[in-house]
Nanobody
């Protein structure tokens, strides 16, 4: 079955960087659009970045120029490089793929504190 496992979250100070990873299995990874979402406390889940099968990317305005999404089809991995982190980036970050239904990972916590 489809499985998405995120990792790489942590506790950092403003201006620092983190790299999130999403290990995918149970589907033909190279054939699917992959997305990263995040959900901050008390807020709705929001789309952060997406990468299509051709490697084309799209970002939320709030992270443009700071975050980079990428994928490794050989390893069935998606990544989110997050630079210049801000306190408002604090959230649980989720990997997402849409197949027969919408699939989510368990999420990884990112906390940016002053």
């Amino acid at each position: 079955q489809v499985q998405l496992v995120e990792s790489g979250g942590g506790l950092v100070q403003p201006g620092e960087s983190l790299r999130l990873s999403c290990a995918a299995s149970g589907f033909t990874f190279s054939s699917y659009l992959m997305k990263w979402y995040r959900q901050a406390p008390g807020k709705e889940r929001e789309l952060v970045a997406a990468i299509d099968v051709g490697g084309n990317t799209n970002y939320a305005d709030s992270v443009k120029g700071r975050f980079t999404i990428s994928r490794d089809n050989e390893k069935n991995m998606a990544y989110l490089q997050m630079n210049s982190l801000k306190p408002e980036d604090t959230a649980v970050y989720y990997c997402n793929v849409v197949g027969r239904r919408i699939y989510w990972g368990q999420g990884t916590q990112v906390t940016v504190f002053s």
